[in-house]
């Protein structure tokens, strides 16, 4: 869903759903407890007071921007090394991504995650989605990347049939929002008043819409007759 705000934690992740931002002990995602509604690209006892900050960036406009948050040559609590990396928002495809410049503290206990979540959870603790929990999983020039699938829905349409041959009516089929990759979606026409073989032809098959796009059509004949009736409908699947 939306959100016109996050919390930013020292500690190597974002929450959305408010609460605490200090926790320095990570946990298994998903667990009961603060931080819910957060976004982890390396939760981790950091310490951005002894070495290195952290910094924010937008860039582009409205609908189009990508926000990103950088936790630049943190210190690890005790002022041990540091580290780099950063998360990134695209407002556009609702994708997260997190990328990776340097994790290696000099210390094979924390080094690349090996005391670190990595993941995300929803705000009610009950969902998340767990890259790795106190295990070595991520390296220097690496990213991961989360993306969203969009809802799909089928429009209405409709076309005088007239009363010779055929003509073709063009569905819509829609997304919710822009995907970051190409969506392909599979259909099938079925009967409702209008049967097949008689008032249309049956169809099936599968349409894509392009990255970025956030629709493409189908199109299903409808045969025409000389006979006096009212509207008729058939369904996509």
Do not use: K
């Amino acid at each position: 869903q939306p959100v016109t705000r996050l919390w930013i934690a020292a500690n190597g992740f974002v929450q959305f759903a408010g609460g605490s931002t200090v926790n320095f002990l990570n946990t298994a995602i998903p667990a009961a407890g603060d931080p819910n509604g957060f976004l982890a690209p390396f939760w981790d006892d950091l310490n951005p007071e002894a070495a290195g900050g952290v910094w924010t960036r937008s860039i582009g406009t409205a609908p189009n921007r990508q926000f990103g948050v950088g936790w630049i040559a943190v210190a690890h609590f005790g002022s041990i090394g540091n580290a780099s990396f950063e998360l990134v928002l695209d407002e556009t495809t609702g994708a997260v991504t997190y990328q990776y410049q340097d994790v290696d503290f000099g210390d094979p206990g924390l080094d690349n995650g090996a005391s670190a979540s990595v993941g995300m959870e929803d705000a009610t603790s009950s969902v998340g989605t767990e890259v790795s929990f106190d295990q070595a999983s991520v390296h220097a020039s690496t990213a991961l990347r989360c993306t969203v699938t969009p809802g799909v829905s089928v429009g209405n349409a409709g076309v005088i049939e007239g009363d010779r041959g055929s003509r073709s009516v063009r569905v819509p089929i829609t997304l919710s929002a822009p995907a970051p990759n190409p969506v392909t979606v599979s259909y099938r026409t079925a009967d409702g008043t209008a049967l097949s073989g008689h008032d249309y032809t049956e169809t099936h098959g599968s349409v894509t819409i392009p990255t970025g796009s956030t629709s493409a059509f189908i199109e299903v004949a409808v045969t025409a007759d000389r006979v006096r009736e009212s509207d008729e409908r058939f369904v996509v699947l």
